[in-house]
């Protein structure tokens, strides 16, 4: 029988030398292999009874051909197989691993993986809570200290960023998952090119904007649907903060390569600093000087170049593998970058076009409705962002699963776990949500007026809140797989339903409250074909 196999393989770009040993009559082989798939013995590249029964049936026909008196192959003997039957070997493992047998890499525990998905998404909630929580404190500032009429100004012009902000999420997840491949193979220049050809994308992208902003204002948000006056109001805070276009998709990418890594403080950190620096900002700017709607802009584009400055010198200092180092991409990397970039650049503009329908939307409406509807949008958007770190772990683990070749069952238990994580949380930010604008609506805005109209577009954000962080972890997911195609048209197909809704709905006169439900609908379309695909 088979007695000794050698062979080297490399995972991650460390070689593991393979080698075992067995004796004795076929009927001992079930418990060998057994033994060596548990991984209590060495470690292994046989992987189940087709490799076993290829080796044996290699063997035989070597014995049969050999000339008289020698014998390669034989059950005393400890001479290796031929590259051959290696060979061979190894497309065995492929088709049983394909038929999930046990897999190479021991999946961890669920204890282990919930725990690893809660230290990493624990952390990481600061990077994806950067532009929401500015929104959020320059309407909170604004609601406290302003007046009604600069905080409905506040709307045109966060329908813009937020625009922005989603188009270029594109840049996200290309980031995560070229570096995350890139590390899981012990390959940092690599990792570096790709973090720099990001950089590059990121960097013209936001200058390009921001010449845009700082020039156009007053076009652009008139683009919007917006009141005339809301726009003349609002347009010295979009040049002001036009200029930090850059640093947001910088931010973006610094951070996404940060969390490829599973390194998810140094964004906190960062991040966390220029949201106090923002806060205190607003303070003093609104209330000292009497800046309005002007000083939020002034704090808000300070905290963001902060936050770059920051995250630059702690994450990429040069005690950290992968630095910022001029490294030109290679030819590969762009063409790479294009196949993967169309689908998802689609899937962002999509969801940018659905969110900016729906804001000009609520633009539209008479100043108590637009402020009502600001106010919520800036929790509802917070909240809602607190769910995505579960769709980066999505992307960084279940690639992670796929390099290491774990197997089919390995992943699905870890998607079964997150889904569950998302929907844990989702139910816990709803209810959250509800108490805030129905108990405490003077926690953001302080004139009276705006209550029972926040208190009316509760039910619908509640909603569309628990279907959020599922999405976004299905979402993940196929990012993941690869499959882009089919993600871009569940959100093409999500935007449009999400645009007749809310064309019905105005031609109708409906209020504030009668648009929420089409963030409901524009969730639950996503969910639903993001669930049909992926169990077939």
């Not at 394909?98 to 624990?122: I, M, T």
């Not at 964004?267 to 205190?280: E, G």
């Not at 004139?447 to 999405?471: K, T």
Request: hydrophobic share 50%; glycine share 8%.
């Amino acid at each position: 029988m088979l007695e000794c196999f050698c062979a080297a393989e490399g995972f991650g770009g460390v070689q593991q030398q393979t080698c075992c040993r067995v004796a004795g009559s076929t009927s001992r082989l079930p418990a060998v292999v057994k033994t060596l798939a548990s991984g209590k013995g060495p470690p292994v590249v046989l992987t189940g009874w087709v490799a076993a029964l290829l080796a044996l049936r290699r063997g035989s026909q070597r014995r049969d051909r050999a000339p008289r008196g020698r014998q390669p192959f034989s059950s005393h003997s400890s001479s290796c197989l031929p590259r051959v039957t290696l060979v061979k070997l190894a497309l065995a493992r492929a088709a049983v691993d394909s038929l999930d047998a046990p897999a190479l890499a021991v999946a961890p525990s669920n204890v282990e993986r919930v725990r690893a998905v809660l230290q990493f998404a624990g952390p990481a909630l600061a990077a994806c809570l950067a532009d929401p929580a500015m929104g959020l404190v320059d309407a909170w500032c604004l609601g406290q200290s302003a007046s009604t009429l600069e905080l409905a100004a506040l709307g045109p012009n966060l329908t813009v960023f937020n625009f922005i902000t989603y188009s270029c999420f594109f840049l996200s997840a290309i980031t995560t998952l070229k570096v995350t491949s890139a590390i899981s193979e012990n390959d940092a220049d690599t990792a570096e090119r790709n973090l720099c050809g990001s950089l590059l994308v990121a960097a013209c992208l936001g200058g390009l904007m921001a010449v845009i902003l700082v020039t156009k204002p007053l076009a652009v948000l008139a683009a919007t649907g917006a009141r005339w006056d809301l726009c003349t109001l609002g347009s010295s805070y979009m040049q002001v903060r036009g200029l930090a276009a850059p640093a947001v998709l910088i931010a973006l990418v610094l951070n996404s390569g940060l969390l490829a890594q599973k390194d998810t403080t140094t964004p906190f950190k960062a991040i966390a600093l220029s949201i106090v620096f923002n806060v205190i900002g607003d303070i003093v700017l609104i209330r000292v000087f009497n800046l309005g709607l002007l000083g939020t802009a002034i704090a808000t584009t300070a905290g963001v170049w902060l936050s770059v400055v920051c995250t630059v010198c702690l994450g990429y200092g040069p005690h950290r593998r992968v630095r910022i180092r001029w490294r030109p991409p290679r030819g590969e990397f762009w063409s790479s970058f294009c196949s993967a970039a169309a689908p998802l650049m689609l899937f962002s503009a999509t969801t940018s076009f659905g969110w900016a329908v729906f804001q000009a939307s609520a633009t539209t409406l008479d100043v108590l409705s637009c402020a009502a509807h600001q106010a919520v949008w800036a929790v509802w958007c917070v909240l809602t962002m607190v769910t995505y770190p579960l769709s980066q772990a999505a992307q960084v683990f279940l690639t992670e699963d796929l390099s290491l070749r774990r197997g089919r069952r390995s992943a699905l238990r870890l998607v079964r776990l997150i889904l569950g994580l998302a929907l844990t949380w989702g139910c816990a930010l709803a209810l959250i949500c509800g108490a805030l604008l129905t108990v405490v609506p003077s926690a953001l805005v302080r004139d009276a007026q705006l209550w029972p109209l926040m208190q009316a577009i509760a039910p619908h954000a509640c909603m569309s809140l628990v279907l959020a962080g599922s999405v976004q972890v299905l979402e993940g997911v196929m990012m993941a797989i690869g499959d882009t195609r089919c993600l871009a048209a569940a959100q093409l197909c999500s935007t449009v339903v999400m645009a007749c809704f809310l064309r019905i709905a105005m031609k109708r006169g409906s209020g504030i409250a009668d648009l929420w439900p089409a963030v409901t609908l524009f969730y639950g379309v996503r969910a639903l074909m993001h669930t049909l695909r992926l169990s077939v």
